[in-house]
């Protein structure tokens, strides 16, 4: 039994192996999933967290290069918020095609500057973790 598998097996490690060696350059040409680019004129809009549908996905100006977005054809909402501000858009992703969304935040109606201010440090690992207060 062993030995009907010994050569099959062979092979699938040699795909795997061999998929290591596809450069990045292969996702961009995708032809089933699209491509979310996403730019920010201000240091409000770069700086801010990026929700896809609900699911936290990185800060605007991370979002590029080999850390670009590609999502599975169909509608999504993207959220970009900070403190005080927030920006939303529904699209629809179509496969193979690349989207850019500029980014411009808006002041929240109910936002207010806050009166007194203070400064906590922390030290978190990873130390790119994002962190919440009071769910935003």
Same mark, same amino acid.
């Given at each position: 039994?062993?030995?009907?598998w010994a050569f099959p097996s062979f092979i699938?490690?040699?795909?795997?192996?061999?998929?290591s060696a596809i450069p990045r350059t292969a996702?961009?040409?995708?032809?089933?999933?699209?491509?979310?680019?996403?730019?920010?004129?201000?240091?409000?809009?770069?700086?801010?967290?990026?929700?896809?549908?609900? %699911?936290?996905?990185?800060?605007?100006?991370?979002?590029?290069?080999?850390?670009?977005?590609?999502?599975?054809?169909?509608?999504?909402?993207i959220t970009a918020r900070s403190s005080g501000?927030?920006?939303?858009?529904?699209?629809?992703?179509?496969?193979?095609?690349?989207?850019?969304?500029?980014?411009?935040?808006?002041?929240?109606? %109910?936002?207010?500057?806050?009166?007194?201010?203070?400064?906590?440090?922390?030290?978190?690992?990873?130390?790119?973790?994002?962190?919440?207060?009071?769910?935003?």
């Open positions: 039994m062993f030995a009907r699938f490690f040699f795909g795997i192996s061999s998929l996702a961009q040409e995708s032809k089933i999933l699209g491509e979310i680019r996403l730019e920010g004129a201000t240091s409000v809009d770069r700086d801010a967290g990026v929700w896809i549908d609900g %699911n936290y996905v990185g800060y605007v100006k991370e979002l590029k290069d080999d850390k670009k977005v590609f999502l599975l054809p169909g509608k999504h909402q501000y927030d920006w939303t858009s529904n699209l629809v992703v179509e496969p193979g095609q690349a989207q850019t969304l500029h980014i411009k935040m808006s002041w929240l109606p %109910n936002a207010q500057e806050p009166k007194v201010t203070s400064e906590l440090k922390l030290t978190i690992q990873p130390s790119r973790a994002a962190v919440f207060v009071d769910g935003t």
